[in-house]
């Protein structure tokens, strides 16, 4: 079997209070992957991501990116993995979109073609490719989101983390952000989604994983997840809507 692209192994963060935000998580992730971790509001979600990417440091366990612990990850963490916050604001800093996609590739270095280069490649990606004089401000809900991605491919990230993508966006803009992740599927990104609404985007998943109260209670393959689901774990089985997993997306 590959390498895993994250080793996570006996996860703890526990904060100054007492209060246990991760309880003894261990997974692994693997690389060209589209995964689901589900959980309600304060279930963890959030928190295993900056931790993933060692914007959190864990209170115990160890979590290693490619083989190498994080903090000898380093740059190569940075420029291969990237988080799509869930308030897509907090991450938008450019006076037009295509100065903000531009951002992260100059702070790599990047020449101003390659700058120019990788700007029209995520807008294009992306479906932006007519906003990019626009300022941030006149975008959409979805097309925020959809910016945030766009930040995050210039900077050349195979794996992309999204937390709640669809919150606060009405139909057309889930629809929108819905596009962006089948196509990075498709292009063979890894993905870690993290939602509650499994309706809107499971079909997509290759793998589920169910978190509460900061632990791991289930993962594999989304049927027999969904079949093994309990109430107190917070999530919804989205089939009593669709027919079946491969039904549960808002694409149609």
Known sequence: MAE?????KNLVKVFPNGNRGISGISLDLYAGECVIIAGSNGSGKTLLAEMLLGLTDPTEGEI??????????GETLR???GLVFQNADAQIIGETVAEDIGFGPKNLGCSKEEVGRRVRAALAAVGLEDKGDYPPRRLSGGEKRRLAVAG??????????????????????????????????????????LTHELEKVLAFADRLIIL?????????????VLGRLKDEYGVRDPRFLYTAVKDCTWLG
Do not use: H, Y
């Open 152 to 193: 995050v491919l210039a900077m050349g990230c195979e794996t992309m983390i999204l937390d709640e993508p669809f919150a606060n966006l009405d139909w057309p803009g889930v629809v929108q952000v819905l596009r962006v992740i089948r196509d990075l599927n498709q292009a063979g990104k890894t993905l870690i989604v």
């Open 212 to 224: 509460n109260r900061g632990r791991i209670r289930d993962d594999g393959p989304p049927e027999g």
């Open 4 to 8: 895993p692209l994250f080793s996570v």
């Open 64 to 73: 290693r990116f490619q083989g190498l612990a994080l903090d000898d990850a």
């Open 79 to 81: 420029q291969r993995a």
